[in-house]
């Protein structure tokens, strides 16, 4: 049940393609400040397309919310943070007179820092009141948990921003701190959640099951930790085979990367990404498509190489750099080269109906992983048995296998933090105790004879 709609409007500014949701309400009419609010987001907070339908979404629920449950009334201002709380709940566990199903803490967080953030907005511009009002507090106030991640945040500035020295100046420096009325990660507990990697045992049976190109989008994946929509990105130009016999994969971003081409006039051009595409074949980056576009493929914040918008897959292993580089070989031979030159993407359909050649779809790429692990018995109710299951592969492996130092897999998983790579960071126990074991081993060879706890005890006790 529903009492809204979002719907994308094309719009002439900005790169081609480029769109922005609209909140349909219940009559029909369309929310003006809703509109405002995604312009703002799209024009000055440099916010993604598809972060913009997931936060005018939130916002569309939670008109649902006030109209269908609350009725449509006026909310009085004392009581704006209880209904925010009341939506949170509602999103978080479910409500069966809008047929919601419960959602994850994530996503209900995200509906709710949508909703904060668009009162915010139109209480700084309209003089509205604020439904989650900010309140200042002493750092020490806090929870234990959030005292440590301001800590953390702390800490993670002074290594990065050259103007540190100047943080007594700052409300966080003088241990101040802004916080919300309702901030719903403080009402929740811990939890024992399940495997996000997919089943390292299978993997290589899961490859192995794959077409060609299929092959080569999942080894970026499973081998390079690319994210799912990453890929759909990469041009045939960014793919190259080294004297090694591995392959050379190039990321980059799909609007700031650099990139030289040749016009029709075989004159050569330089530019970024977004120049190339506009002027070689008059579409826009992938990223900036509106969320309902067909040939949309999300983009999130990547960590570059020094002064350049690109990086390069990190193999987690050299032979799988090597099988990339023969399947590469055998694609373009049998696939890409028959493609004709209306669009620089490396991974296109490869099926002879009349799509054959259109750059895939990362719907295409869902279907095409839950088609593969079904047919070496695997569920998508498994745990980890999902496209992302492989980047979060990618990490496990790291961890338990190679033991890698985490400042390292946040520079080979491309993060800009390494608080985001601690998701992926996930040491298993078997893990954990097989190192203590191999830590005694190593020290208790030259470990005094009197320190040991056996010697405590008397023999005929021991």
Excluded at 7 to 21: K, M, R
Excluded at 79 to 91: G, S, T
Excluded at 223 to 246: K, Q, W
Aim: hydrophobic share 40%; with cysteine.
């Amino acid at each position: 049940m529903t009492a809204h709609s979002v719907i994308e409007l094309n719009i002439s500014e900005g790169p081609i393609g480029n769109s922005i949701p609209l909140l349909v309400l219940r009559d029909g009419s369309i929310s003006f400040l809703a509109m405002l609010w995604a312009k703002h987001l799209m024009l000055h907070e440099i916010v993604s397309t598809e972060s913009i339908w997931t936060k005018v979404s939130g916002v569309g629920r939670f008109y649902d919310f006030l109209v269908l449950v609350k009725g449509g009334r006026k909310i009085a201002k004392n009581a704006m943070r209880a209904v925010l709380e009341e939506f949170y709940q509602a999103r978080r566990f479910g409500l069966a007179s809008l047929n919601w199903k419960p959602v994850s803490p994530d996503t209900a967080k995200a509906d709710e820092e949508a909703v904060t953030q668009f009162s915010e907005w139109c209480s700084v511009n309209l003089g509205f009141a604020k439904l989650n009002p900010t309140e200042r507090k002493l750092v020490t106030s806090l929870n234990f948990r959030r005292q440590l991640a301001f800590r953390r945040e702390q800490k993670r500035r002074r290594d990065w921003d050259k103007l540190s020295h100047l943080a007594p100046a700052t409300l966080a420096g003088r241990g101040l701190v802004d916080v919300q009325e309702f901030d719903p990660r403080d009402e929740e507990g811990s939890a024992d959640y399940p495997k996000k990697y997919f089943p390292p045992e299978r993997v290589g049976v899961f490859i192995k099951n794959l077409n060609v190109r299929d092959a080569l989008y999942f080894l970026l994946l499973f081998f390079g930790s690319l994210r799912a929509s990453e890929p759909l990105h990469i041009y045939s130009g960014d793919v190259t085979i080294l004297p090694d016999g591995t392959a050379r994969v190039v990321l980059a971003h799909p609007e700031l990367g650099s990139y030289r081409w040749f016009d029709a006039h075989g004159k050569e051009h330089s530019g970024n990404r977004a120049q190339f595409l506009s002027e070689r074949y008059a579409i826009g980056p992938r990223n900036r498509l509106g969320k309902k576009h067909p040939l949309h493929a999300g983009w999130k914040g990547v960590r570059f190489d020094a002064g350049r918008f690109e990086t390069e897959v990190y193999w987690l292993r050299p032979d799988a750099a090597r099988l990339f580089a023969q399947l590469h070989i055998e694609y373009v031979k049998t696939i890409r080269s028959r493609v004709p030159d209306n669009h620089p993407f490396y991974f296109v359909n490869s099926s002879s109906e009349s799509d054959f050649g259109n750059p895939v779809t990362l719907s295409n790429m869902n279907k095409a992983f839950y088609r593969a692990a079904a047919r070496v018995g695997l569920s998508s109710s498994d745990d980890g048995v999902n496209p992302h299951g492989g980047r979060h592969y990618y990490g496990y492996f790291h961890a338990n296998v190679y033991k890698t130092q985490l400042e390292h897999l946040q520079l080979f998983m491309h993060h800009v933090s390494s608080e985001s790579t601690k998701v992926y960071y996930n040491v298993t126990r078997e893990t954990a105790r097989d190192e203590l074991q191999k830590a005694w081993v190593t020290i208790s060879k030259d470990f005094p004879e009197t320190l040991r706890l056996d010697s405590l005890f008397h023999p005929e006790l021991t």
